[in-house]
């Protein structure tokens, strides 16, 4: 099954979870792919592409300025790439759909270009703060402005006039604000360097390394000089934790589980939530662990078990930032309870994560109290019943994997967004075990 029959309302009836599955490729690495092979002198070849919406329009986007990529086609794209001065300027705006991700990331990248853009997106991503790039860069010299109130998109991008680096201290743990910046310094005249109060996600800083260009990493900070070239590179993208994460989670949750993730990325700065599951107690053995294109990669095999509530290290919060939804599931069918703090980001994404996981937390029974910046949850007995995902697709994965610990059937509305992310959602959970349709009423 794919998108196809992925439709906007999902029933799931939980199940026997087990075997070994393998889940689509990372979809941070696979928009970075794209834009690093673009603009790349050479060919390169790409393994392990995840085809959902969010990469797509950034695929999209590269092919309207003017580069030629041939797939996806069973995750193979092969992109002709034009260097660092070869994109062209698009006739239209570029439509980034949901995706946070290429919005932020080609901001960066079109302040130094020498032609205007501007850049839109759906309902929710239009309502997300893009004032966080639109800072750093406008110091760099780039001319950008956000068409709505409070530093929301649509983004015009005006055609740049020469960029300087800049030294800059990220006042959010955010590697789309990094990775944005460090896109800009690429063209910057100087060195760009930008420091993180604590560890985010670096698939930036590996791909730069796997397409030849020099980085310096010190302590928290990475810089780079401009005026550099790619060279092409062929690539294999790992599987996407945050979509094993799902999985991780229905296995862990259920006494005499036993199944296997094959070839998950487990980059140290996107494993928090094995992490968390780990310090729940979950039965989680890493093994065959090996690199693609600079990543480390492992199968994961977890075996169920109970699970028991804990506090949440702040420190881990970065490194799980999009597994929350699935992890307080896993806190909702643990023993005790689980207090996550720190962790205001999760307002600001696809959804208000917080609010929109506890309110469906609570209409299956669960005490589940937001805070500001975190939520408190209480486990027990989880029954069925309807929630809204609002449109976020990792809200719906994680209340179709809640139907595994529930006493009835879980019909989840809004879920269309898992097309997203993990537009094979549906099939990779019933081979895992998940009794899961798309109801079509
Ligand atoms: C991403 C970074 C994270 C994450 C998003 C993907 C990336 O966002 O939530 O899904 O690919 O750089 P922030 O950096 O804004 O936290």
Do not use: W
């Amino acid at each position: 099954m794919t998108s196809s029959d992925q439709e906007d309302r999902l029933v799931a009836r939980g199940g026997r979870i087990g075997g070994t599955v393998a889940v689509a490729g990372d979809k941070s690495i696979s928009h970075r792919a794209v834009m690093f092979g673009a603009l790349a002198e050479g060919v390169s070849h790409v393994e392990g592409f995840l085809a959902g919406e969010d990469c797509l329009a950034t695929l999209a986007a590269f092919r309207a300025m003017g580069v030629r990529i041939e797939g996806p086609e069973d995750g193979r794209l092969v992109i002709h790439g034009v260097g660092m001065d070869g994109l062209r300027a698009p006739e239209a705006p570029l439509d980034m759909g949901n995706s946070g991700t290429s919005m932020r990331l080609l901001a960066g990248l079109l302040a130094a270009q020498p032609f205007a853009a501007e850049l839109t997106g759906d309902a929710s991503l239009c309502n997300r703060p893009m004032g966080r790039v639109a800072e750093p860069l406008g110091s760099m010299g780039a001319r950008i402005t956000a068409l709505e109130e409070g530093g929301r998109p649509p983004l015009r991008v005006a055609p740049a006039e020469g960029l300087r680096g800049i030294r800059y201290d990220l006042p959010v743990a955010s590697a789309q604000v990094k990775s944005a910046v460090l896109l800009a310094g690429l063209y910057a005249e100087g060195e760009t360097c930008v420091t993180e109060p604590a560890p985010t996600r670096d698939h930036t800083e590996r791909m730069l390394a796997a397409f030849g260009y020099p980085l310096r990493q010190e302590g928290a900070t990475v810089c780079l000089e401009g005026g550099g070239r790619l060279r092409a590179a062929d690539l294999t993208i790992p599987g996407d934790l945050s979509s094993a994460a799902f999985f991780l989670v229905a296995a862990a949750l259920q006494p005499g589980s036993d199944l296997t993730l094959e070839g998950v990325g487990i980059n140290p700065t996107r494993r928090g939530a094995l992490d968390i599951l780990l310090a729940m107690g979950a039965g989680i053995e890493v093994r065959n662990e090996r690199t693609y294109g600079g990543e480390p990669v492992a199968d994961l095999r977890v075996r169920g078990g109970e699970l028991e509530g804990i506090e949440i290290p702040e420190h881990l919060v970065p490194l799980a930032i999009d597994e929350f939804p699935v992890l307080f599931v896993a806190a909702a069918a643990a023993r005790g309870r689980t207090v996550l703090r720190g962790a205001a980001e999760l307002r600001i994404k696809e959804s208000d994560r917080i609010q929109v996981m506890a309110d469906g937390l609570r209409a299956l029974g669960i005490a589940a109290e937001p805070l500001e910046d975190g939520i408190v949850i209480d486990g027990g007995p989880i029954g069925g019943g309807t929630v809204d995902a609002h449109g976020d697709h990792r809200v719906a994965m994680a209340f179709a994997v809640a139907s595994v610990a529930a006493s009835a059937p879980i019909t989840v509305t809004g879920a269309a967004a898992i097309r997203t992310s993990f537009p094979d959602f549906l099939a990779v959970a019933r081979s895992a075990g998940l009794e899961i349709e798309a109801d079509k009423d």
